[in-house]
């Protein structure tokens, strides 16, 4: 499945975006979405993640209250609203998806497909 990420770009400390993930797929509901972050000189880490139904969702500790992952399967979509974002937030987001189960969706190595990120730059 081929991904598309957007709605990055600069916010400052205390606003808000709403990245987007469109799949092109008309079978998305096969697929757990998980967002990740990468940012200059660190290692990928799960931001959240969503199972197909969209009823259970993870979150790392650092977004908990903050973000919010959701899906509509009609549009194959998946977003990640981000709420009182903060300068450690800034990186690149990336969107990814699997078919693959386990218990902890917030592992990179769980996900096979990748879209391409998107800039997210919080200015204090």
């Known amino acids: 499945v081929q991904l598309q990420a957007s709605g990055g770009g600069l916010v400052q400390s205390g606003g808000s975006l709403k990245l987007s993930c469109e799949a092109s797929?008309?079978?998305?509901?096969?697929?757990?979405v998980g967002w990740f972050r990468q940012a200059p000189g660190m290692q990928r880490e799960g931001v959240a993640c969503i199972n197909r139904a969209g009823e259970t969702t993870s979150y790392a500790d650092s977004v908990k209250g903050r973000f919010t992952i959701s899906r509509d399967n009609a549009k194959s979509t998946v977003y990640l609203e981000m709420n009182e974002l903060k300068p450690e937030d800034s990186a690149v987001y990336y969107c990814a998806a699997t078919r693959r189960g386990g218990s902890n969706c917030l592992i990179a190595l769980l996900f096979t497909s990748w879209g391409q990120g998107t800039l997210v730059t919080v200015s204090s």
């Open positions: 797929t008309f079978t998305f509901d096969n697929y757990r």
